[in-house]
DNA sequence: ACATGTGAACTGCTTCACAGCG
DNA sequence: CGCTGTGAAGCAGTTCACATGT
C-alpha cells in the first residue's frame, strides 16, 4: 500500500468520531463539507484523505453515514479488540488503567505492571499490578498487541528494548525520551512537558 | 518574527532536554551531529533550526553547551514561572496534578477546578480542588498562564470558551475534542484515542 | 444542479551541498 | 581541516479547480 501521512490517519480518526455523532443522531448522510467543518479542516482534504482508501461518496449527495464508519473502523483496524499492556503503575499508569474510555473503541487492558515491590499486587480497579520481572512470560503467553509505557525517562529505553525482544510491535510512550526501536516497531510518543514548552514559546514569541 | 514551524519548535525542546543531559555530564561543547543523533534527526536540520533564532555556533567546534542550553530556554521562554491551572480533577486531572515533575521547568500548579461538589474540596497533595464556579474570578485575580483542559468531551467546549473570555491564552487539552478558539489563544491536544488508533493502524496496514 | 474524485499547482518543511570562517 | 550557516533543490502534504457521475 502506497504511503500513507501519519496526519491523515489522525484525520480519519477525527472523522470516525463525527460520524459516529452522526449516527447516534440517526442521520443517513454527510457531505465532505459538514465534515471538514467539524474537524476544522476543507472539504478537499476529506476527500483527498478517503481517496486513498477507496470512492465511498456518491456524486451529487455525499457520504452514507453507516458505510463510511464502518469503512472508517475497518481502515483504522478497529475491527478486533487490541489488548494493551501497561507498563509502569505510577501517577500516569495508574491513571490510564483506571480510565475506562479505551474500552469502547477496542482497545482492552489485560495487565498492568510496575518494577517497585511496594506498588506490585495493588489493585487498579479489579487488575492487580503484575511484577515487570514477568514481563516477558506474560507476553509470550498473552500476546498482547500495544504496550504502553508510563516509566520513568530513566527506565524507559531499557524496558522498551525488553518489550521489544519480547515480540512487541507498537508503543505508545509516555515517557520524555526519544526511544530507539527497529523499524517493525511502532512507537506514538505523547510528551506534556514538550506541549508545555510549545505553549510557553507561543505565548512568548506571539506578536 | 518569521513563522516558526511547530516541528521545529518540539525539536528544539528535545535539543534543550540533551543539552542538559550533556550539562551534569560536564561537557562544554557538543556538534550539530551529535546533537541530531541524540534526537533522531540530521545535523542540517538541527543547524536550520537554530538558524531561525541566530548564529550561536563556532565554526569547526560546534556549540558551547551551556550557552547554546540557554540560548534555547530564552527561545522556549523558560526563563520565568509559568503559572498552570487544571481544569477537571477526575483520574487525568488528578493524576496530572500531582505529577510533580513539570515544576523543574518552570510551570507551577497554582490550582485545580472541578464541577463535582464530591470532588471540591479534596486534597491533591497539599492543593485543594476549587469550585469550578469560581473559574472566572479566580482567573481575573491570579491571571494564570496556561490552562490544562482534563474535563469529559461534552464540557470541554463550554469551559474553554469560559477560560478563553476570562482571558486565558494557552490551552493543553486531555479531551477527545476540537476545541474552537479564536486566533490568539494556542491550544496544544493530547488524544490519548487518536494516538492508540494511530497504533491500530499501524498495526493492521504493515505490509 | 450538486457533491465527489483527482490530476495539477502550490506551499512549506526537509535535505543537500558548499561557501565561509575559526 | 572541521563544522557551521545557508541558499538551492527536493519532497511531501495541502489546496485548487474541474471533469465526472448521479
Redesign the interface.
Known sequence: ?KH?A?ST??R???Y??FLEDFETRGLTTISSDELAK???TTSAQVRKDLSFFGSFGKRGLGYSVPELAGRLRE????GRE?K?IIVGAG??G???A??H??QQ???TITAVYDADPQIVGLDLDGLAVRDAGHLERDIHRDHP??AVLAVPEQAAQAVTDRLVRAGI????NFA?A?L?VPP?V?V?T?N????????????????
Chains 1, 2 share one sequence.
Open positions: 500500500m500513507i501519519d490517519v489522525r480519519l480518526s477525527a470516525l468520531r467539524r474537524g476544522g481502515i483504522l483496524g478497529l487490541w494493551v501517577k500516569i495508574a491513571a490510564l483506571r480510565h474510555g479505551f473503541r477496542g482497545f498487541d500495544i510491535k507498537a508503543v505508545l520524555p526519544q530507539q517493525e511502532t506514538k505523547v506534556m512537558a514538550m506541549e508545555l514548552e510549545g505553549l510557553s514559546f507561543a505565548l512568548t514569541n506571539r506578536e
